[in-house]
Nanobody
């Protein structure tokens, strides 16, 4: 059974930094994809960043250059380093994994960042950025 457990959410000032962690358990694919999503109150869940087993990363335009997704395979942990935080980054952040593993090389950014592309979800960790 796949389990995803997020941690690291907090309240920070605008311009600050934060690192989220996600423990990934029971997800054993040689070719895989894991990702971070977020959902603000009253808004749809949106993709933030993804990383494939070959290290390929994809970022939403709103976070590119500020956020970095990474993984520590021996520790089965996914990270999201967030710098230059803005009030609009306030949301519940979720990590997710694909049941069907890694994306095709030809998969579009929108497909990689779409919630429907993922099957396993964590419970979320709250990030609040104040101005």
């Amino acid at each position: 059974q796949v389990q995803l457990v997020e941690s690291g959410g907090a309240s920070v000032q605008a311009g600050g930094s934060l690192t989220l962690s996600c423990g990934v358990y029971g997800y054993s694919y040689s070719r895989y994809c894991v990702a971070w999503f977020r959902q603000a109150p009253g808004k749809e869940r949106e993709g933030v960043a993804t990383i494939d087993s070959d290290g390929t990363t994809t970022y939403a335009g709103s976070v590119k250059g500020r956020f970095t997704i990474s993984q520590d395979n021996p520790k089965n942990t996914l990270y999201l380093q967030m710098n230059g935080l803005k009030p609009e980054d306030t949301a519940m952040y979720y990590c997710a994994a694909r049941q069907s593993g890694r994306f095709s090389t030809y998969s579009s950014t929108s497909y990689r960042l779409a919630p429907y592309s993922y099957n396993y979800w964590g419970q979320g960790t709250q990030v609040t950025v104040s101005s």
